[in-house]
């Protein structure tokens, strides 16, 4: 592979847009390999995109995880109270399962945040 500018052997390519790249056309004040400054402020920019974006997916998991305690939590007491107001066995057996389900799904959300 020849570099693009001085069609000399390339060394690499460039991370961000893909250009083959000599010794003299490699910027080394970014950790990859990049031709530019634009491409290495461009890097840059999208590292810090995707830092924000995996940051927002966890708080997400935890609020998620929150809200799935919260209901499970209320439906165990609507079993329980329906149990003892509703002697229905449809409506202690359904909400129940509905604690199950969402005390469940509230441990993985859990599980997921701490990755």
């Known amino acids: 592979m020849k570099c693009l500018t001085h069609n000399s052997e390339a060394i690499g390519i460039c991370a ?3 250009r083959a790249l ?6 080394s004040s970014s950790p990859r390999l990049v031709c530019s400054d634009n ?6 920019r999208d590292d810090k995109a995707m830092q924000m ?9 935890r609020a998620s995880a929150f809200y799935s305690f919260l209901c499970g939590g209320l439906s165990a007491a609507g079993a329980i109270g329906a149990h003892f107001y509703l ?3 449809f409506l202690i057996w359904f909400t129940a399962g509905c604690a199950v389900v969402f005390i469940t799904s ?6 997921v945040a701490k990755k």
Do not use: M, T
């Open 53 to 61: 974006i995996l940051q927002k997916s966890v708080q997400s998991a």
């Open 22 to 27: 000599c010794n003299e056309c490699s910027k």
């Open 87 to 89: 002697p229905s066995p």
């Open 16 to 18: 961000y847009c893909g």
């Open 39 to 44: 491409c290495a402020a461009s890097l840059a």
């Open 106 to 111: 509230g441990i993985w959300y859990s599980f």
